[in-house]
């Protein structure tokens, strides 16, 4: 008999959250600069049918980095926090 569990995550001390967060807006803000594309309403649209059906997905938030998905994945230089990353 096997049993897959999945142990409580705890989430990264906000000032990793924080940090994060920063480095992914400079990364943004410099494929903006050299001219990359936003996210597409569809590519957005289709990251988070990944998240959505993920089991790290609760409520709107990634258990693995505590991110905000709705969010993330509208960021062009985001990638999923899994490993390896689904999107």
């Known amino acids: 008999m096997s049993c897959t569990c999945y142990m ?3 989430p990264p001390p906000l ?3 924080i940090a994060t ?3 992914a807006l400079v990364a943004e803000a ?3 600069l050299h001219g990359q594309e936003p996210v597409t309403a569809s590519e ?3 990251r ?3 998240c959505i059906s993920c089991n790290f997905y609760d409520q709107g938030k990634c258990l693995l980095c505590n991110c905000d998905m709705n ?3 509208g960021f062009r230089t985001a990638q999923c926090a899994d490993n390896p990353p689904k999107w």
């Open 44 to 46: 957005q649209h289709a």
């Open 21 to 23: 967060f920063g480095k």
């Open 71 to 73: 969010r993330k994945t």
């Open 30 to 32: 410099g494929a903006i």
């Open 15 to 17: 000032t990793n959250q």
């Open 8 to 10: 409580k995550l705890t």
């Open 48 to 50: 988070m049918s990944v």
